[in-house]
Nanobody, 126 residues
Framework: QVQLVESGGGLVQAGGSLRLSCVASGRTFSRYSMGWFRQAPGKEREEISCISNSGDRTYYTDSVKGRFTISRDKTKNTVYLQMSNLKSEDTAAYYC???????????????????WGRGTQVTVSS
């Protein structure tokens, strides 16, 4: 089973940037598509982005399209989420997760999961 640890969150001003990392344990990391999710205070968790196991396919939800970039480095067993032009509405705890396939439907199905890591908190001040 792949263990995931998110990091890179912090406090940033609106318009600023952050890069989140998700480090995976296990030698099978390269087999999996990976997704990023977030949950703002008082709101339901939502899907943000995913990347295929090969890295050749990505998906972004409309609210982050053009501002966030997902990537992966198989040599480091790491998936990144580069976030730019951050807005106050991006304030949330961010989580990464293995997804069966990088599609919007699969991301939405993963929202039903009860198993989530600790996440990393992103706070954007306006």
């Amino acid at each position: 089973q792949v263990q995931l640890v998110e990091s890179g969150g912090g406090l940033v001003q609106a318009g600023g940037s952050l890069r989140l990392s998700c480090v995976a344990s296990g030698r099978t990391f390269s087999r999996y598509s990976m997704g990023w999710f977030r949950q703002a205070p008082g709101k339901e968790r939502e899907e943000i982005s995913c990347i295929s196991n090969s890295g050749d396919r990505t998906y972004y939800t409309d609210s982050v399209k053009g501002r966030f970039t997902i990537s992966r480095d198989k040599t480091k067993n790491t998936v990144y989420l580069q976030m730019s032009n951050l807005k106050s509405e991006d304030t949330a705890a961010y989580y990464c997760k293995v997804v069966p396939m990088c599609t919007a439907i699969q991301l939405q199905r993963m929202l039903r999961s009860d198993s989530w890591g600790r996440g990393t908190q992103v706070t954007v001040s306006s």
